[in-house]
């Protein structure tokens, strides 16, 4: 990882947020509780207070006689407040200093706590929650009260007991969040590190589908995309070398032979008669032909490429374009000493497409044979219409030449392609080919929409099957 990508983690950072967001809840709390809560339950004891200690002076009053000793304590145990009222104590204090309590274990503690409350300090008269006399047919008897338990702080100090470990409990899990989400963002952290150097087969394997997920699909998806571009600009940067090795090999061909020829015909110490001056002349002008086509086909196929050339479309019948074709050819052919068939539909084959380049293409394929079949060969054109959807028609143009061998059959299209089987093999056949028909062939059948293919012929041979779209 370079330098660039070092920096501080966001681990600390975040906990160290979500530590001070957890104190301060925790003290906001806190003094919640003090502030609320605490009054609450103090004025709600207080009213559950007031209701035991009335029921008891109800009770007293209602006897028949004033309780004393187990029944006072009888008493005072069935209307305690305890479980409402939690911790608290109710304690009798009769005129003759005999006391009643509940809990019972409370009955020691009582006139401490009385006596205390006798004080009357602000902090120990809050322990005393009600206060009731005991009367009995108008008679003073005494006194209940309900009183706090001074031992323990009550629930609200309590809960704040519970502060530090909540605290420490959302800190521990916080940290564990952040360093598992620091970890997951490290790994993308990492991947674009090594996708900024140049390695684009780096993935990362993240199978949450969270926002962090989806970023290092994407990041891998993106990965491939690069990789795929870098392989596709290194596989054109080698056509361009390639191709631009064949142009520059084709070019100096011709110019070669021209140039051999001139400085012959201009050496005055060569000797020659009248027709090897013609011959040399002839000579050159076939190179200078050869060498017109090739810079026209160079042009035609870098137009086609680049889409510069518009179709000019129309409704064609196939039949009669490929017949017309034939009748052209056929003199060319039985120069050559090769026989020409077509093995047509009867009926007409409608196409929607260029005429003019529809005819280049059935002239490159002409010529291709024309060129590569040995005399004596036989040339088929064949035009029928596959079953089955999409509706299409299909011209296949197969020799009885030498062919292609197999594994060069995906090669036939390429410019600049030719078979080794086919070179030299032509003998009186129109020789000289640039190399780029084949490869002008598909350009133009591939802007129809159209597909175009090579295979072997039976028993040998090379077959080239066009298929274009069939109007309905």
């Keep these: 990882m370079t330098a660039a990508f070092r920096g501080r983690s966001l681990v600390w950072p975040v906990t160290g947020a979500f530590l001070a967001a957890a104190v301060v809840g925790a003290i906001l709390q806190g003094l919640a509780v003090l502030a609320v809560v605490r009054p609450m339950e103090v004025r709600e004891?207080?009213?559950?207070?007031?209701?035991?200690?009335?029921?008891?002076?109800d009770a007293f009053v209602a006897a028949p006689e004033p309780p004393r000793g187990a029944d006072l304590d009888s008493l005072v145990a069935r209307l305690h407040p305890f479980r409402t009222i939690r911790p608290s104590v109710m304690i009798v204090r009769m005129d003759d200093s005999t006391f009643a309590a509940a809990p019972v274990g409370y009955v020691r503690l009582a006139p401490r706590v009385l006596a205390d409350t006798a004080a009357k300090s602000s902090s120990e008269r809050n322990l005393i929650l009600a206060r009731r006399p005991l009367l009995h047919r108008g008679r003073h008897y005494g006194e209940v009260l309900v009183l706090r338990r001074p031992s323990e702080p009550g629930t609200p100090l309590a809960v704040l007991l519970y502060f530090p470990i909540a605290t420490l409990l959302s800190a521990a899990l916080g940290l564990l969040l952040v360093r598992l989400l620091a970890g997951r963002l490290h790994a993308l952290e990492q991947l674009a590190g090594r996708i900024a150097e140049g390695d684009f087969s780096a993935r990362v394997?993240?199978?949450?589908?969270?926002?962090?997920?989806?970023?290092?699909?994407?990041?891998?998806?993106?990965?491939?995309?690069?990789?795929?571009?870098?392989?596709?600009?290194?596989?054109?940067?080698?056509?361009?070398?390639?191709?631009?090795?064949?142009?520059?090999?084709?070019?100096?061909?011709?110019?070669?032979?021209?140039?051999a020829a001139a400085e012959t015909l201009l050496n005055p110490q060569v000797k020659m008669s009248e027709e090897e001056r013609t011959r040399y002349l002839r000579g050159v002008l076939e190179e200078s032909h050869r060498l017109d086509r090739l810079i026209r086909d160079l042009l035609e196929l870098a137009r086609l490429e680049a889409g510069a050339t518009p179709l000019d479309r129309e409704r064609i019948d196939w039949t009669a374009l490929c017949r017309n074709t034939i009748e052209r050819f056929t003199p060319r052919y039985a120069g050559a000493h090769l026989t020409l068939e077509w093995r047509g539909v009867g009926s007409e084959a409608w196409i929607e497409a260029d005429g003019l380049r529809l005819e280049q293409v059935l002239d490159n394929l002409l010529v291709n044979a024309l060129r590569y079949v040995p005399a004596g060969g036989r040339v088929a054109l064949v035009l029928d219409r596959p079953a089955g959807p999409p509706w299409r028609w299909r011209l296949t143009v197969s020799d009885d030449g030498p062919g292609v061998p197999e594994a060069e059959l995906p090669l036939v299209f390429e410019r600049f392609y030719r078979g080794s089987a086919t070179r030299g093999t032509q003998d009186g056949a129109e020789?000289?080919?640039?190399?780029?028909?084949?490869?002008?062939?598909?350009?133009?059948?591939?802007?129809?929409?159209?597909?175009?293919?090579?295979?072997?012929?039976?028993?040998?041979?090379?077959?080239?099957?066009v298929e274009l779209p069939a109007l309905s």
């Design 45 to 57: 004891a207080r009213e559950r207070a007031e209701i035991a200690a009335s029921e008891v002076s």
């Design 205 to 259: 394997t993240d199978p949450h589908r969270d926002e962090i997920g989806r970023v290092a699909a994407q990041l891998d998806r993106m990965a491939e995309r690069l990789a795929a571009a870098r392989d596709q600009l290194a596989a054109n940067e080698q056509q361009r070398r390639q191709l631009f090795a064949d142009i520059t090999h084709e070019l100096a061909t011709p110019l070669t032979s021209i140039r």
């Design 431 to 465: 020789a000289g080919g640039s190399g780029l028909g084949l490869a002008i062939v598909r350009e133009i059948i591939e802007r129809h929409g159209g597909a175009v293919r090579a295979r072997a012929a039976t028993p040998h041979g090379l077959a080239i099957e």
